[in-house]
């Protein structure tokens, strides 16, 4: 367990840091604690950072501020952060505070929480597609030994069936 003034910072596994604010904790004064509080998710390698609501009776336009001030500060350093262990009076004094969409996300519970840090197979191969380039499929190229008179030198760089060229090169560019 990790003390940062005014909370406990728990490393729970899976890159999953608990962050549960105690009874000394402001949230009037966010400087005081980003800092501190940066220093201490890039020490124990943090992946997610999990904000515990169980004790906080209410969001108001303040305590929103700081945890979207926390949100901005792990999405800077490539933390998630999911709110978690929200009574429902909080949750709907959250939902009367909020403008739009929160910029963290939220869970019923620690163990749902630590299942989102887990993405499913589908979700990554979803995000490696989008950081590639755009890709076309091209048709399959026909062997040397199916085209009659044709030398195999002559024919362009083959690809399995289905395999796809970045739009440069299926527009001949390379």
Not at 44 to 60: F, I
Not at 99 to 105: A, H, T
Not at 144 to 170: H, I, N, V, Y
Request: net charge positive; with cysteine; proline share 9%.
């Amino acid at each position: 367990m990790v003390m940062v003034p005014g909370m406990h910072l728990t490393a729970i596994g899976q890159g999953c840091v608990l962050l549960e604010p105690t009874d000394g904790f402001d949230p009037g004064d966010p400087e005081a604690y980003l800092v501190p509080l940066a220093g201490s998710l890039q020490r124990l390698r943090a992946r997610r950072l999990l904000y515990d609501l169980k004790t906080v009776p209410v969001v108001d336009g303040l305590y929103f501020a700081w945890l979207s001030a926390l949100a901005a500060m792990c999405r800077i350093s490539g933390i998630g952060m999911v709110v978690v262990s929200m009574r429902p009076a909080t949750a709907y004094a959250l939902a009367l505070t909020m403008k739009g969409p929160p910029p963290f996300e939220c869970a019923l519970d620690v163990n749902r929480a630590r299942s989102l840090a887990q993405p499913s197979a589908a979700i990554q191969v979803d995000n490696r597609e989008r950081a590639q380039p755009a890709m076309r499929r091209v048709a399959c190229l026909p062997r040397a030994s199916d085209a009659a008179g044709a030398r195999a030198e002559s024919l362009p760089r083959k690809r399995p069936c289905g395999s796809a060229l970045p739009l440069a090169e299926a527009k001949g560019g390379g």
